[in-house]
């Protein structure tokens, strides 16, 4: 009866010390997450930069689209970059709640912080991020969301400006002289 309860005694112990594992894991934020990570440090700059630390450290949730230093790498001229338009990129890899990977896959679209919506489906490739970032790695669990590991970098499209159309000239068209 004794070594039963020390047994008993012993497994609820390993059990305890495993869900504090866990729970330390899940108590490390989004940029935290990142950074032990180790091939999140252009990314994590970036944010830096970009004046996006307290955001993504904050409460959350945010889904973040993260792509590797290698795919930063395939950038040119991101050096160069003001804070806005960097705030700009990163946002658009950034979106509000956790977002599985399984709840992503039957998302139309998913809104992103920076305004425009990226597109997420499975394809032969693999799981795709606006027809071209692949998913490498998903569902990583942080404490204020969750992180899904890109191979490039997402470009927010150009925004689309209305054309003038001069009136006047508009009825001369197809005139001839």
Do not use: W
């Not at 689209?65 to 395939?74: G, K, N, S, V, W």
């Amino acid at each position: 009866m004794m070594k039963r309860a020390l047994i008993v005694l012993f497994v609820v112990s390993m059990l305890s010390m495993g869900l504090s594992a866990a729970e330390d894991e899940a108590a490390k934020t989004i940029v935290e997450t990142a950074v032990e990570a180790g091939d999140f440090n252009t990314l994590v700059a970036a944010v830096e930069a970009a004046g996006l630390l307290d955001t993504l450290n904050g409460e959350g949730p945010f889904t973040v689209f993260a792509p590797t230093d290698e795919a930063f790498a395939a950038v040119e001229g991101l050096d160069e970059l003001d804070a806005e338009t960097l705030a700009e990129i990163l946002t658009y890899h950034v979106a509000s709640g956790a977002i599985m990977a399984a709840d992503a896959l039957n998302m139309a679209t998913i809104p992103t912080l920076q305004g425009r919506n990226l597109t997420v489906e499975a394809t032969d490739e693999g799981v795709l991020v606006n027809n071209g970032a692949k998913v490498t790695t998903a569902d990583i669990f942080c404490s204020n969301g969750v992180i899904h590991v890109i191979d490039a970098v997402l470009m927010p499209p150009a925004e689309e400006t209305p054309i003038e159309v001069d009136e006047e000239a508009k009825g001369t068209e197809g005139a001839s002289c």
